[in-house]
């Protein structure tokens, strides 16, 4: 493990990965979500989101090792569990955020915090070549480049 993972500010492990199988592509766009979860069971939490992405036509390729990180921004929450996976979809950008709103909705998640505790976070990081800056999306994520529990999940 990095010595990144080991400073005082955000104390990182890898607890889970999961693998998927891709069959033949039909799909033209290719997306990184970000994912995670600091409610119940974490796990079960993330792998629920995925069956979902996968029941609803976003064809999950490959995940990352999960990581249980500290919480950025509202520091008194619960460990998260977060990794990234990469995605095909024919949706485009403000139609695949659209799907994955659903999902927490279906999901049950609530938003009374901002960046609080949260059962299930799905988040766009890339799409395809895509550059969005719209009230409701920017990609790249804004955020991306200033959280590790996103960039260390993204380079595997």
Not at 8 to 20: G, I, M, N, V
Not at 60 to 69: A, F, G, N, Q, Y
Not at 119 to 137: G, M
Request: hydrophobic fraction near 35%; charge should be negative.
């Amino acid at each position: 493990m990095s010595n990144l993972f080991n400073s005082p500010q955000h104390t990182s492990r890898p607890t889970h990965s999961r693998s998927f199988s891709s069959s033949s592509a039909t799909n033209t766009h290719r997306a990184y979500i970000a994912f995670g979860s600091n409610l119940g069971d974490r796990i079960a939490m993330i792998d629920e989101a995925c069956r979902h992405m996968d029941q609803r036509g976003i064809k999950i390729l490959r995940t990352s090792s999960l990581w249980e990180t500290e919480a950025m921004y509202v520091l008194d929450q619960a460990k998260f569990v977060n990794g990234v996976c990469e995605v095909e979809t024919g949706l485009p950008p403000l139609e695949l955020l659209d799907e994955l709103q659903a999902i927490e909705r279906d999901m049950g998640r609530q938003k009374v915090i901002d960046k609080g505790p949260r059962n299930i976070d799905l988040d766009i990081l890339l799409h395809s070549d895509n550059v969005v800056d719209h009230p409701r999306l920017t990609i790249p994520h804004k955020l991306m480049l200033e959280r590790e529990f996103v960039l260390r999940p993204l380079s595997e």
